[in-house]
């Protein structure tokens, strides 16, 4: 070691402690190979880092591919069955409308001169038609006699009358439907309005 001062030897033994940990020890005493050499097998071991990696990629993107696929298949299936069951569902729907569809038939061939029998038939054509509606789900809107509601009735006119409260529904003109809770048609009434409601 170099004779000096205290402070430049110490110096001096801290830089080649961090050189000894930074610098693996050579085997068997020898010294360190030189970094050319070092450089090969690291090369080496890069290259075959690269062809996993590769191959790992190319795996990945085939797995994509084919969860796309299936991705498409399913979406295809599943547009598929939708369409099968609206079908399926509105063939049950025209089911129920087949007897009144028959009942109008025989109803036009009838060559009865009697109207009464012509008109008893169309009342009964008309209350199949009416079960065939309730069996899906619609119902008629009530409306005479009921208070004006914005939400089913759509007035066209208002009548004085003092036959029924003020804004209740006087006359029907067209009957509403509902279709569970959803409204298919308002119903189409006469608003009375008078001075004593």
Known sequence: M???NGK???RFDLKREDLERE????EG???AAPAAVAAKPAEVGAASEVEKLKAERDALLDRLARLQAEFDNARKRTAR???DFREFAAADVIKNFLPILDGLERALKAASPDP????NGIELIYRQFQDALQKIGVQPILAIGQPFDPRVHEAVEMVDSTEVPDHHVFDELQRGYKYKDRLLRPAMVRVAR???G
């Open 81 to 83: 069955e939708q369409q």
């Open 2 to 4: 170099r004779k000096g």
């Open 116 to 119: 009464t029998d012509f008109r």
């Open 23 to 26: 610098l693996p020890a050579a």
């Open 29 to 31: 005493g020898e010294e």
């Open 8 to 10: 430049t030897d110490a």
């Open 194 to 196: 008078n001075a004593s």
